[in-house]
């Protein structure tokens, strides 16, 4: 199973790597096409702060992200590109009540995403996505194996 956000290929490590470059948030992108954007930090700072568990059974492969608090409103499932699955959305703070702020805030606010690039047999069009008790379960259902080709007998020919 090949997923493309796994190991190594974390979004971090490239802005990192970016940053070790010299190519900061403020690079101007129209001189130089090869700098970071500051929506490439963004996106992987959101990407980084977003884990996923993903586990595949015998007819599907299923995507778990803890997201706490929120409503379906404010997560979106997506697939781009025919392959990529993309999960995104954003928490909102919450706001201060009059009389009353905040001494401490540790839950993570603002915006989170995962990209997944879906293996050859993902079926894009039976995907689900369930969120319950603070928890998004994105079911992709797998195709069915190709039937084996079955012998091609010619006919010999005598002359």
């Given at each position: 199973?090949d997923f493309g956000?796994?190991?190594?290929?974390?979004?971090?490590?490239?802005?990192?790597?970016?940053?070790?470059?010299?190519?900061?948030?403020?690079?101007?992108?129209?001189?130089?096409?090869?700098?970071?954007?500051?929506?490439?930090?963004?996106?992987?700072?959101?990407?980084?702060?977003?884990?996923?568990?993903?586990?595949?059974?015998?007819?599907?492969?299923?995507?778990?992200?803890?997201?706490?608090?929120?409503?379906?409103?404010?997560?979106?499932?997506?697939?781009?590109?025919?392959?990529?699955?993309?999960?995104?959305?954003?928490?909102?703070?919450?706001?201060?009540?009059?009389?009353?702020?905040?001494?401490?805030?540790?839950?993570?606010?603002?915006?989170?995403?995962?990209?997944?690039?879906?293996?050859?047999?993902?079926?894009?069009?039976?995907?689900?996505?369930?969120?319950?008790?603070?928890?998004?379960?994105?079911?992709?259902?797998?195709?069915?194996?190709?039937?084996?080709?079955?012998?091609?007998?010619?006919?010999?020919?005598?002359?």
């Open positions: 199973m956000i796994m190991g190594y290929d974390s979004p971090l490590l490239h802005a990192l790597h970016h940053h070790m470059m010299g190519l900061h948030e403020d690079a101007d992108v129209d001189k130089n096409p090869n700098a970071a954007s500051h929506v490439y930090f963004r996106d992987a700072k959101a990407m980084a702060a977003t884990p996923a568990d993903i586990r595949e059974d015998p007819k599907s492969y299923v995507f778990v992200v803890d997201m706490p608090g929120l409503k379906s409103g404010d997560i979106k499932v997506q697939v781009e590109a025919d392959n990529v699955l993309l999960i995104s959305g954003e928490r909102k703070p919450e706001e201060e009540k009059e009389g009353a702020k905040f001494v401490r805030m540790e839950r993570r606010v603002g915006k989170f995403m995962r990209k997944f690039v879906l293996p050859e047999n993902a079926n894009t069009d039976a995907i689900s996505a369930v969120c319950q008790d603070g928890v998004l379960t994105v079911t992709v259902e797998k195709l069915p194996p190709p039937e084996p080709k079955k012998p091609k007998t010619i006919e010999v020919k005598i002359c």
